[in-house]
Protein backbone atom coordinates (compact mmCIF):
# COMPACT_ATOMS: atom_id res chain seq x y z
CA UNK A 1 0.00 0.00 0.00
CA UNK A 2 1.31 3.66 -0.66
CA UNK A 3 1.94 6.36 1.32
CA UNK A 4 -1.47 8.52 0.33
CA UNK A 5 -3.41 5.15 0.80
CA UNK A 6 -1.79 4.18 4.71
CA UNK A 7 -2.05 8.00 5.19
CA UNK A 8 -5.78 8.08 4.53
CA UNK A 9 -6.56 4.73 6.80
CA UNK A 10 -4.59 4.19 8.57
CA UNK A 11 -5.78 3.79 12.30
CA UNK A 12 -9.01 5.56 10.62
CA UNK A 13 -11.09 2.17 9.62
CA UNK A 14 -14.61 2.13 10.06
CA UNK A 15 -15.85 0.87 13.43
CA UNK A 16 -16.36 -2.46 13.65
CA UNK A 17 -19.05 -2.17 15.90
CA UNK A 18 -21.29 0.38 14.39
CA UNK A 19 -19.84 0.72 10.76
CA UNK A 20 -18.68 4.68 11.49
CA UNK A 21 -16.71 5.63 8.57
CA UNK A 22 -15.25 8.39 11.54
CA UNK A 23 -13.85 6.37 14.15
CA UNK A 24 -15.33 7.17 18.12
CA UNK A 25 -13.26 8.78 20.43
CA UNK A 26 -12.83 6.50 23.41
CA UNK A 27 -12.50 9.08 26.46
CA UNK A 28 -13.20 5.97 29.34
CA UNK A 29 -10.66 6.03 32.17
CA UNK A 30 -11.23 3.00 33.00
CA UNK A 31 -13.18 -0.32 31.42
CA UNK A 32 -15.36 -2.98 32.72
CA UNK A 33 -13.51 -6.82 33.22
CA UNK A 34 -15.69 -10.03 33.08
CA UNK A 35 -14.14 -11.30 36.15
CA UNK A 36 -11.17 -11.00 38.63
CA UNK A 37 -7.83 -10.43 36.12
CA UNK A 38 -9.83 -11.08 33.59
CA UNK A 39 -10.16 -7.37 31.31
CA UNK A 40 -11.47 -7.42 28.43
CA UNK A 41 -8.72 -5.97 26.61
CA UNK A 42 -8.50 -2.79 28.45
CA UNK A 43 -8.07 -1.82 31.69
CA UNK A 44 -6.96 1.90 32.60
CA UNK A 45 -6.57 4.37 29.92
CA UNK A 46 -2.87 5.21 30.78
CA UNK A 47 -2.32 1.32 30.05
CA UNK A 48 -3.80 1.35 26.58
CA UNK A 49 -7.05 2.97 24.85
CA UNK A 50 -8.58 1.79 21.87
CA UNK A 51 -8.31 5.37 20.30
CA UNK A 52 -4.39 6.13 20.98
CA UNK A 53 -3.63 2.21 20.10
CA UNK A 54 -5.44 3.54 16.48
CA UNK A 55 -2.94 6.62 16.41
CA UNK A 56 -0.20 4.41 17.67
CA UNK A 57 -0.69 2.20 14.84
CA UNK A 58 -1.05 4.76 12.28
CA UNK A 59 2.66 6.09 12.95
CA UNK A 60 4.11 2.49 13.00
CA UNK A 61 2.77 2.06 9.70
CA UNK A 62 3.87 5.23 8.21
CA UNK A 63 7.20 4.72 9.42
CA UNK A 64 7.59 1.09 8.55
CA UNK A 65 7.85 0.14 12.39
CA UNK A 66 6.59 -2.80 13.62
CA UNK A 67 5.44 -0.86 17.00
CA UNK A 68 4.29 2.33 17.57
CA UNK A 69 4.16 4.51 21.67
CA UNK A 70 1.93 7.34 21.55
CA UNK A 71 2.74 10.24 24.39
CA UNK A 72 1.16 13.63 25.88
CA UNK A 73 4.22 16.03 23.67
CA UNK A 74 7.22 15.40 21.51
CA UNK A 75 9.40 15.84 25.24
CA UNK A 76 7.25 13.57 26.94
CA UNK A 77 8.35 10.46 24.37
CA UNK A 78 11.72 12.18 24.95
CA UNK A 79 11.53 11.34 28.55
CA UNK A 80 10.87 7.90 28.48
CA UNK A 81 13.39 7.05 25.83
CA UNK A 82 15.89 8.68 28.43
CA UNK A 83 14.25 6.47 30.56
CA UNK A 84 15.96 3.91 29.06
CA UNK A 85 19.47 4.99 30.44
CA UNK A 86 20.91 4.67 33.73
CA UNK A 87 23.24 5.90 35.83
CA UNK A 88 27.14 6.24 34.54
CA UNK A 89 25.42 6.10 30.62
CA UNK A 90 26.87 8.45 28.10
CA UNK A 91 25.07 10.17 25.22
CA UNK A 92 26.12 11.41 22.06
CA UNK A 93 24.16 14.59 20.72
CA UNK A 94 24.55 15.53 17.27
CA UNK A 95 25.66 19.66 18.15
CA UNK A 96 22.35 21.05 16.24
CA UNK A 97 19.56 19.92 18.32
CA UNK A 98 15.74 21.63 19.11
CA UNK A 99 16.86 23.45 22.67
CA UNK A 100 14.50 21.42 24.36
CA UNK A 101 16.19 18.40 23.69
CA UNK A 102 19.02 19.89 25.02
CA UNK A 103 17.38 21.24 28.64
CA UNK A 104 16.46 17.62 29.17
CA UNK A 105 19.67 16.45 29.03
CA UNK A 106 21.31 19.01 30.23
CA UNK A 107 19.25 19.86 33.14
CA UNK A 108 17.22 16.78 34.15
CA UNK A 109 18.89 13.72 32.98
CA UNK A 110 22.08 15.20 34.29
CA UNK A 111 20.83 15.44 37.80
CA UNK A 112 20.86 11.27 37.58
CA UNK A 113 24.21 10.42 36.03
CA UNK A 114 23.67 10.48 32.97
CA UNK A 115 25.95 12.38 30.49
CA UNK A 116 25.96 13.39 27.15
CA UNK A 117 28.31 14.83 24.71
CA UNK A 118 27.84 17.30 21.97
CA UNK A 119 29.15 15.88 18.14
CA UNK A 120 29.19 16.95 14.78
CA UNK A 121 27.24 14.26 12.98
CA UNK A 122 28.40 15.61 9.64
CA UNK A 123 31.40 13.66 10.03
CA UNK A 124 30.29 9.87 11.04
CA UNK A 125 34.20 9.34 11.69
CA UNK A 126 33.97 11.74 14.17
CA UNK A 127 31.09 10.57 15.69
CA UNK A 128 32.60 7.09 15.68
CA UNK A 129 35.91 8.54 17.66
CA UNK A 130 33.73 10.56 20.20
CA UNK A 131 32.25 6.90 21.39
CA UNK A 132 33.03 5.71 24.82
CA UNK A 133 32.68 2.39 26.63
CA UNK A 134 30.10 4.18 28.71
CA UNK A 135 28.23 5.57 25.25
CA UNK A 136 24.71 3.34 25.12
CA UNK A 137 22.64 6.02 22.55
CA UNK A 138 23.20 8.46 20.11
CA UNK A 139 20.52 11.13 19.61
CA UNK A 140 19.85 13.12 16.08
CA UNK A 141 18.07 15.17 14.29
CA UNK A 142 17.50 15.57 10.40
CA UNK A 143 17.09 17.74 9.21
CA UNK A 144 18.85 19.99 12.34
CA UNK A 145 17.03 22.19 14.14
CA UNK A 146 17.36 25.38 13.45
CA UNK A 147 20.36 25.22 10.16
CA UNK A 148 18.38 22.38 8.46
CA UNK A 149 21.85 20.43 7.94
CA UNK A 150 21.13 16.92 6.41
CA UNK A 151 22.77 14.25 8.12
CA UNK A 152 23.54 10.86 6.92
CA UNK A 153 21.39 8.13 8.98
CA UNK A 154 22.41 5.49 7.07
CA UNK A 155 26.05 6.33 7.88
CA UNK A 156 25.53 7.00 11.61
CA UNK A 157 23.18 3.85 11.94
CA UNK A 158 26.11 1.27 10.57
CA UNK A 159 28.34 3.09 13.34
CA UNK A 160 25.81 2.25 16.21
CA UNK A 161 24.73 -0.96 14.95
CA UNK A 162 28.39 -1.81 14.85
CA UNK A 163 29.20 -0.21 19.18
CA UNK A 164 25.78 -2.21 19.91
CA UNK A 165 24.39 1.75 20.44
CA UNK A 166 20.62 2.92 20.39
CA UNK A 167 20.20 5.32 17.41
CA UNK A 168 17.08 8.12 18.00
CA UNK A 169 16.28 9.99 15.22
CA UNK A 170 13.69 12.88 15.70
CA UNK A 171 11.87 12.82 12.27
CA UNK A 172 10.00 15.90 13.47
CA UNK A 173 10.62 18.21 11.03
CA UNK A 174 10.83 15.74 7.74
CA UNK A 175 8.03 14.01 8.85
CA UNK A 176 6.95 10.15 7.61
CA UNK A 177 6.33 11.18 4.31
CA UNK A 178 9.80 12.40 3.44
CA UNK A 179 11.81 10.70 5.30
CA UNK A 180 12.05 7.32 7.07
CA UNK A 181 14.67 6.40 9.35
CA UNK A 182 13.67 2.94 10.74
CA UNK A 183 14.43 2.03 7.11
CA UNK A 184 18.19 3.70 6.77
CA UNK A 185 18.81 1.76 10.41
CA UNK A 186 17.77 4.04 13.51
CA UNK A 187 16.34 2.19 16.48
CA UNK A 188 13.83 4.57 17.48
CA UNK A 189 12.37 7.59 15.65
CA UNK A 190 10.91 10.09 17.13
CA UNK A 191 7.85 12.67 16.55
CA UNK A 192 6.30 15.77 18.17
CA UNK A 193 3.19 14.47 16.52
CA UNK A 194 2.31 18.63 17.61
CA UNK A 195 3.92 19.10 14.06
CA UNK A 196 3.34 18.40 11.17
CA UNK A 197 1.53 14.83 11.66
CA UNK A 198 -1.27 17.02 13.44
CA UNK A 199 -0.73 19.41 11.15
CA UNK A 200 -3.03 21.77 12.52
CA UNK A 201 -1.70 23.55 15.69
CA UNK A 202 -4.76 22.44 17.78
CA UNK A 203 -2.95 19.65 20.04
CA UNK A 204 0.08 18.62 22.01
CA UNK A 205 1.52 15.29 21.35
CA UNK A 206 4.50 12.50 20.70
CA UNK A 207 5.17 9.45 19.21
CA UNK A 208 7.94 6.68 19.09
CA UNK A 209 8.04 4.32 16.07
CA UNK A 210 10.29 0.94 17.11
CA UNK A 211 10.65 -2.60 15.05
CA UNK A 212 13.20 -4.18 17.88
CA UNK A 213 10.27 -6.52 19.80
CA UNK A 214 12.49 -6.40 23.05
CA UNK A 215 12.92 -2.60 22.61
CA UNK A 216 9.26 -2.04 22.18
CA UNK A 217 8.59 -3.98 25.48
CA UNK A 218 10.67 -1.78 27.74
CA UNK A 219 9.28 1.48 25.94
CA UNK A 220 5.83 0.25 26.56
CA UNK A 221 6.58 -0.66 29.87
CA UNK A 222 8.42 3.18 30.46
CA UNK A 223 4.78 4.31 28.99
CA UNK A 224 2.42 2.86 31.44
CA UNK A 225 4.72 3.79 34.40
CA UNK A 226 6.03 7.12 33.43
CA UNK A 227 2.53 7.92 32.21
CA UNK A 228 2.85 10.93 29.81
CA UNK A 229 0.19 9.39 27.78
CA UNK A 230 -2.19 11.92 25.35
CA UNK A 231 -5.79 12.13 25.62
CA UNK A 232 -8.22 10.30 23.39
CA UNK A 233 -9.12 14.07 22.20
CA UNK A 234 -5.45 14.85 21.10
CA UNK A 235 -5.02 11.29 19.19
CA UNK A 236 -8.37 11.65 17.39
CA UNK A 237 -6.65 14.85 16.27
CA UNK A 238 -3.43 13.66 15.16
CA UNK A 239 -5.44 10.66 13.21
CA UNK A 240 -7.54 13.33 11.35
CA UNK A 241 -4.31 15.29 10.25
CA UNK A 242 -2.35 12.30 9.18
CA UNK A 243 -4.84 11.76 6.66
CA UNK A 244 -4.01 15.08 4.78
CA UNK A 245 -0.32 14.37 5.75
CA UNK A 246 0.53 13.82 2.24
CA UNK A 247 -0.83 16.88 0.85
CA UNK A 248 0.29 19.36 3.02
CA UNK A 249 3.45 18.17 3.07
CA UNK A 250 3.75 18.29 -0.69
CA UNK A 251 2.67 22.27 -0.32
CA UNK A 252 4.65 22.72 2.37
CA UNK A 253 7.74 22.08 0.71
CA UNK A 254 6.64 23.74 -2.63
CA UNK A 255 6.44 26.92 -0.56
CA UNK A 256 9.34 26.65 1.13
CA UNK A 257 11.65 25.62 -1.39
CA UNK A 258 10.48 29.26 -3.36
CA UNK A 259 10.67 31.14 -0.09
CA UNK A 260 14.27 29.94 0.22
CA UNK A 261 15.06 30.57 -3.44
CA UNK A 262 13.58 34.13 -3.03
CA UNK A 263 15.70 35.02 0.02
CA UNK A 264 19.12 33.48 -1.65
CA UNK A 265 18.41 36.21 -4.58
CA UNK A 266 17.44 38.63 -2.44
CA UNK A 267 20.97 40.26 -1.57
CA UNK A 268 19.13 40.76 2.38
CA UNK A 269 20.17 37.35 3.57
CA UNK A 270 24.11 36.70 4.30
CA UNK A 271 23.35 32.48 4.23
CA UNK A 272 19.71 30.77 3.48
CA UNK A 273 19.73 27.19 5.17
CA UNK A 274 17.20 24.99 3.38
CA UNK A 275 17.86 20.87 2.83
CA UNK A 276 17.23 21.45 -1.43
CA UNK A 277 18.73 24.45 -2.11
CA UNK A 278 21.59 23.64 -4.33
CA UNK A 279 23.70 25.85 -2.36
CA UNK A 280 23.46 23.72 0.92
CA UNK A 281 26.28 21.50 1.95
CA UNK A 282 23.96 18.73 1.78
CA UNK A 283 22.61 19.26 -1.08
CA UNK A 284 22.78 15.69 -2.28
CA UNK A 285 22.58 13.81 0.77
CA UNK A 286 19.19 15.88 1.14
CA UNK A 287 18.11 14.92 -2.61
CA UNK A 288 19.12 10.89 -1.73
CA UNK A 289 17.63 10.41 1.81
CA UNK A 290 14.48 13.12 1.65
CA UNK A 291 11.90 12.91 -0.93
CA UNK A 292 11.03 16.62 -0.74
CA UNK A 293 12.81 19.72 1.26
CA UNK A 294 10.17 20.31 3.55
CA UNK A 295 8.59 23.48 5.40
CA UNK A 296 11.31 24.59 7.05
CA UNK A 297 14.22 26.72 6.68
CA UNK A 298 16.34 29.62 8.51
CA UNK A 299 18.14 32.67 6.97
CA UNK A 300 20.29 35.40 8.42
CA UNK A 301 19.74 38.36 7.65
CA UNK A 302 21.72 41.54 6.94
CA UNK A 303 21.47 44.35 9.73
CA UNK A 304 21.66 41.73 12.65
CA UNK A 305 19.29 41.53 15.34
CA UNK A 306 17.62 44.98 14.71
CA UNK A 307 17.06 44.03 11.35
CA UNK A 308 15.70 40.76 12.29
CA UNK A 309 13.51 42.08 14.85
CA UNK A 310 12.32 44.58 12.37
CA UNK A 311 11.35 42.14 9.62
CA UNK A 312 9.38 39.62 12.41
CA UNK A 313 7.50 42.54 13.21
CA UNK A 314 7.09 43.84 9.89
CA UNK A 315 5.15 39.88 8.67
CA UNK A 316 1.66 40.32 8.34
CA UNK A 317 0.86 36.65 7.00
CA UNK A 318 3.39 34.68 8.90
CA UNK A 319 2.82 34.74 12.17
CA UNK A 320 5.60 35.74 15.17
CA UNK A 321 5.54 32.35 17.13
CA UNK A 322 7.44 29.23 18.29
CA UNK A 323 6.36 25.45 16.83
CA UNK A 324 5.99 24.84 13.52
CA UNK A 325 4.27 22.50 11.25
CA UNK A 326 0.58 23.88 10.84
CA UNK A 327 -1.00 24.94 8.21
CA UNK A 328 -0.09 28.51 8.66
CA UNK A 329 3.13 29.58 8.08
CA UNK A 330 5.44 30.87 11.09
CA UNK A 331 8.56 32.89 12.03
CA UNK A 332 10.40 32.93 15.16
CA UNK A 333 13.71 34.06 16.35
CA UNK A 334 15.16 30.86 17.85
CA UNK A 335 18.56 32.66 19.86
CA UNK A 336 15.32 34.56 21.87
CA UNK A 337 12.81 32.25 21.41
CA UNK A 338 12.67 28.10 20.70
CA UNK A 339 17.32 27.89 21.46
CA UNK A 340 17.02 30.46 24.22
CA UNK A 341 17.54 27.90 27.03
CA UNK A 342 20.96 26.69 25.22
CA UNK A 343 24.01 28.89 27.04
CA UNK A 344 24.91 31.90 24.64
CA UNK A 345 27.91 30.93 24.37
CA UNK A 346 26.89 27.53 23.07
CA UNK A 347 24.86 28.88 20.78
CA UNK A 348 26.98 31.46 19.16
CA UNK A 349 29.43 28.80 18.62
CA UNK A 350 26.83 26.38 17.30
CA UNK A 351 25.77 29.56 14.89
CA UNK A 352 22.68 30.20 16.56
CA UNK A 353 22.90 33.91 16.24
CA UNK A 354 20.71 36.64 16.87
CA UNK A 355 20.74 37.25 13.05
CA UNK A 356 19.30 33.63 12.51
CA UNK A 357 15.53 33.81 11.38
CA UNK A 358 13.52 30.41 11.75
CA UNK A 359 10.76 30.14 8.71
CA UNK A 360 7.71 27.38 9.23
CA UNK A 361 6.23 27.72 5.76
CA UNK A 362 3.10 26.86 5.65
CA UNK A 363 0.29 25.96 3.27
CA UNK A 364 -1.00 29.39 1.93
CA UNK A 365 -0.85 30.84 -1.24
CA UNK A 366 2.68 31.10 -2.32
CA UNK A 367 2.22 34.23 -3.86
CA UNK A 368 0.87 35.96 -0.88
CA UNK A 369 3.58 34.64 1.60
CA UNK A 370 6.25 35.71 -1.22
CA UNK A 371 4.96 39.48 -0.97
CA UNK A 372 5.01 39.20 2.75
CA UNK A 373 8.63 38.06 3.13
CA UNK A 374 9.46 40.96 0.44
CA UNK A 375 7.58 43.54 2.56
CA UNK A 376 9.81 42.37 5.61
CA UNK A 377 13.21 42.25 4.14
CA UNK A 378 12.36 45.96 3.02
CA UNK A 379 11.37 47.40 5.97
CA UNK A 380 14.09 45.61 7.54
CA UNK A 381 16.50 47.06 5.00
CA UNK A 382 15.07 50.65 6.51
CA UNK A 383 15.87 49.62 10.35
Same mark, same amino acid.
Given at each position: ?48 ? +? ?53 ? !???? !? $??? @?????? #? ?21 ? *????? %? ?7 ? #? ?41 ? @? ?20 ? /? ?8 ? *? ?5 ? $? ?5 ? %? ?11 ? $? ?15 ? +? ?22 ? /? ?10 ? !? ?21 ? +? ?30 ? +? ?17
Amino acid at each position: MRFATKAVHSGNEPDRETGAVAPPIFTASTFAQDGVGKPRGYEYSRSGN +PTRERLERAVAELEHGKHGLAFSSGLGATATVGSLLKKGDHVLICNDVYGGTFRI !FNSV !F $ANY @GISFSK #VDARDPDSLARAVRPSTRMVWME *SPTNP %LMVVLDIRA #VAKIAREKGLILTVDNTFASPYLQNPLKLGATIVLHSTTKYIS @GHSDMVGGALAVSDEDLYGRLK /FLQNAIGAVP *SPFDCYL $ALRGMRT %LHLRMEQHSRNAQ $AIAELLEGSGRATSVFY +PFLESSPTYRLAKRQMSLGGGMLS /FRIKGGYRAASR !FLESLRVFVLAESLGGVESLAEL +PARMTHFSIPKVERGRLGITDDLIRLSVGIED +PLDLADDVRRALDRAASA
